[in-house]
């Protein structure tokens, strides 16, 4: 996962609930497919340095727990993959799974996402000559952005998109919880109660850091090749 840099053309795919309806297909169709059109439209030279950016939809957050055996990178990498096959089972076992560098005696924040969403993306930059620097997570890329802005105390980040909200807790620095949820901005207070409430709190957080949300590419569905036609080009 590379740092951004200003030589380098994001991506966002898209957040939106796919409404196609095409049998069979995964829940990332859709936005893949969207993608494609964005690109085309672009018409970026070729070995243009690129990064996608993934909604909190197609990802997975996890918390792993301190392990004080498990310390040197590869020992956390493993141990991060036993997390999430602990919690999600056999689910697990095809999505690719990283973690970030955590603190001493703190928490480290874990993703994963579909093996094949990942390869889709490769394949869709591969083919049109653009060199893929990063594939990351909506809620890590905001965190990079933030920096240390987060103040000492208990904030929570929040990052909007379409009709899901990524919640992470961090308490001085060290995260403390992290879900998606269904809902919209207008309903924050309510779900950050009951997140608060289900951790056993009765202080009060001191920030919310509400990051801007992407506005949605409007593309016409006639314009968006189906997911066939996408493996078809490959």
Do not use: I
Request: hydrophobic share 50%.
């Amino acid at each position: 996962m590379s740092r951004w840099s200003a030589d380098v053309r994001t991506f966002h795919l898209s957040a939106a609930p796919d409404s196609s309806g095409e049998a069979g297909a995964p829940a990332w169709a859709h936005a893949l497919a969207t993608l494609a059109h964005e690109l085309d439209a672009a018409a970026l030279a070729p070995k243009t340095r690129v990064a996608c950016v993934v909604p909190g939809r197609h990802v997975r957050y996890l918390l792993v727990p301190w392990n004080a055996t498990m310390q040197t990178r590869a020992a956390r990498q493993t141990f991060a993959e036993h997390c999430f096959r602990e919690t999600y089972g056999e689910l697990a076992r095809d999505w690719v799974v990283r973690a970030g560098d955590g603190g001493y005696e703190s928490a480290t924040l874990a993703c994963a996402m579909a093996a094949p969403l990942l390869d889709e993306l490769s394949r869709l930059f591969a083919t049109r000559g653009l060199a893929l620097c990063s594939v990351t997570p909506s809620l890590v890329h905001e965190l990079a952005a933030l920096g240390d802005a987060l103040p000492a105390g208990a904030s929570w980040v929040v990052v909007p998109e379409a009709d899901a909200l990524t919640l992470l807790l961090v308490e001085d620095g060290r995260p403390r919880r992290v879900c998606v949820v269904r809902g919209a901005a207008a309903q924050l207070p309510q779900l950050l109660a009951r997140e608060w409430f289900a951790l056993g709190r009765d202080d009060r957080w001191a920030r919310v850091e509400l990051r801007p949300e992407r506005a949605a590419t409007v593309v016409p569905t006639a314009s968006v090749a189906p997911v066939a036609a996408l493996a078809e080009a490959a």
